[in-house]
């Protein structure tokens, strides 16, 4: 008796060898979500500005004084989008529209001294301006702990 997987048949089960198999699947390892590159580029600047607008709102803590500003170019090749001045020094963020990228990307920011905030395209401003807030207390706490009030991108 011959096993049944031996004909690259996908099955369930096979009760002879006791293999399991999914079917292909059409999207298995396919990103069905691609954005075009120009659209995500959009949103991203998009993203960056709705961040920069609620950090020169009024209302913000005391401690966070200003000015914020956009990253120069140097900057920005290093992964930086907006300088926010707080009483600690600088704090560089990055900004990401989509969630599932934010996420990923947090830890690997966060080593660089880079916080992370996420500004979704159907959040509201007080949405994005918490998580922000929430970003800015959590690096200045850090900061503080450690001494640090790193001035520098290395």
Same mark, same amino acid.
């Given at each position: 008796m011959s096993c049944v997987c031996s004909n690259d048949q996908y099955v369930i089960f096979c009760v002879l060898c006791g293999r399991h198999d999914k079917p292909p699947s059409r999207t298995r390892g396919l990103n069905t979500n691609t954005v075009k590159p120009e659209e995500a580029d959009r949103r991203g600047r998009t993203a960056e500005e #709705?961040?920069? #607008?609620?950090l020169r709102e009024p209302g913000l803590p005391?401690?966070?004084v200003g000015p914020h500003d956009p990253a120069t170019a140097d900057e920005d090749a290093a992964g930086i989008d907006i300088v926010a001045r707080l009483d600690i020094g600088p704090v560089f963020i990055q900004v990401k529209a989509s969630k599932k990228t934010a996420k990923n990307k947090r830890g690997r920011y966060l080593r660089r001294g880079i916080i992370v905030v996420w500004a979704g395209q159907g959040h509201t401003d007080q949405a994005i301006r918490e998580r922000l807030l929430a970003s800015l207390v959590e690096m200045r706490e850090a900061r503080r702990l450690t001494g640090s009030s790193c001035t520098s991108q290395d």
């Open positions: #709705r961040v920069l #607008r609620i005391e401690w966070c």
